[in-house]
């Protein structure tokens, strides 16, 4: 049997070389990148643990910003690890199963982070436009079933994508110039592609992507016609406070995402360690930001953080008092 069956028929290892072009100076990214991951890590949990523990913020806009936390928490822990390890300590042998995992998490994490954002311009459209009706329209059994038809949606997306990187043949040296295990830089170490493993990924932005771009801007574009309607500037304010750390992560994510597309069609006349570096930037920069724009912009999850910081100071300077005694 050839090398090239037998890599698509048994375990194998993939060796993530890291930023090509920058190996040797590549370790000085390490602490950036520990500073956005002890934030983003921190910060999703206190955002995502204030929520469940607020009683005053169990309302459907703050379940859904918990969701997002979780989600961007999970990004953290599935892509951080390895990135890190390789910035430190160098190129890194990855089993093919694990990779293709990582792969998985990522693809997955983004359409989830898509869907969530969806289902928040839905429940503002709701509450700006409709808002005598809204505690019955957006229910926790709406929440419930919304993101479990949303979840079984981007699974069936994105299951595809790892299996199609599976099934191609690997031969010879199978190293993946990158930090983590991106779709497109595994697959170009295949012996032969299809042009399903080649154009996949275009498909899930046009039948994922663009549909829910589209969703929430038509839902944004009622709450702007809507808002401009109100004559009460004290409404107005209301209306534009409630909708601005949504419309701030909403320009963070999408941005982003264009910026790195846009760079990408640029690829060729770019340094070689670009796409690496800005496809690792698309997925732990949102997730990190996400939660602080959420604590900042939102008047309520910063109140019962404040509240929350003052009553540990409170216990800690009790406990230092009673050591003094």
């Known amino acids: 049997m050839s090398s090239s069956n037998d890599s ?5 290892e993939f060796i993530l ?25 921190f910060a999703n949990l206190v955002i995502s643990s204030i929520i469940v523990t607020e009683q005053c913020l169990h309302e459907p806009m703050y379940y859904f910003i918990a969701v ?14 390895i990135v890190l390890l390789i910035l430190s300590f160098g190129s890194q042998s990855v089993p093919s199963d694990v990779c293709f995992l990582q792969m998985f998490c ?7 982070q898509s869907s969530v954002l969806v289902l928040m311009a839905y429940d503002r459209y709701i509450a700006v436009c409709k808002p005598l009706r809204y505690s019955t ?10 993101l479990l038809m949303f979840t079984v949606r981007n699974i069936c997306a994105v299951i595809p994508i790892p299996v199609l990187a599976k099934l191609l ?32 990924l275009f498909i899930i932005f046009s039948l994922i992507g663009l549909p829910d771009a589209g969703l929430i801007g038509l839902s944004y574009y009622r709450i702007v016609r809507v808002t401009l309607k109100l004559k009460s500037k004290e409404a107005l304010e209301k209306a534009f406070s409630t909708c601005s750390s949504h419309i701030s992560v909403l320009a963070l994510v999408y941005l982003s995402g264009l910026l790195a597309s846009i760079l990408s069609l640029f690829e060729n006349n770019m340094p070689p360690y670009m796409h690496p570096l800005l496809s690792v930037i698309y997925l732990i920069i949102p997730p990190t930001l996400n939660p602080v724009i959420y604590g900042v912009k939102s008047q309520k999850i910063w109140g019962a953080i404040l509240k929350h910081f003052t009553t540990i100071m409170s216990i800690l300077k009790g406990n230092k008092q009673t050591v003094h005694l």
């Open 68 to 81: 997002l936390s979780v989600i961007d928490l999970t990004a953290c822990l599935s892509l951080m690890p």
């Open 137 to 146: 329209i957006v229910t926790n059994t709406f929440i419930v079933k919304s």
């Open 106 to 112: 990522a693809s997955f994490i983004g359409v989830m």
């Open 8 to 12: 698509s028929l048994h375990d194998f």
């Open 169 to 200: 043949p690997y031969c010879g040296k199978k190293s993946v110039y990158n930090i983590h295990c991106d779709y497109l830089a595994v697959i170009n170490m295949s012996c032969a592609r299809t042009a399903m493993s080649e154009n996949f």
């Open 17 to 41: 070389m890291g930023l090509p072009g920058l190996q040797n100076v590549q370790h000085w990214l390490c602490f950036p990148f520990v500073i956005v991951f002890l934030v983003g890590l």
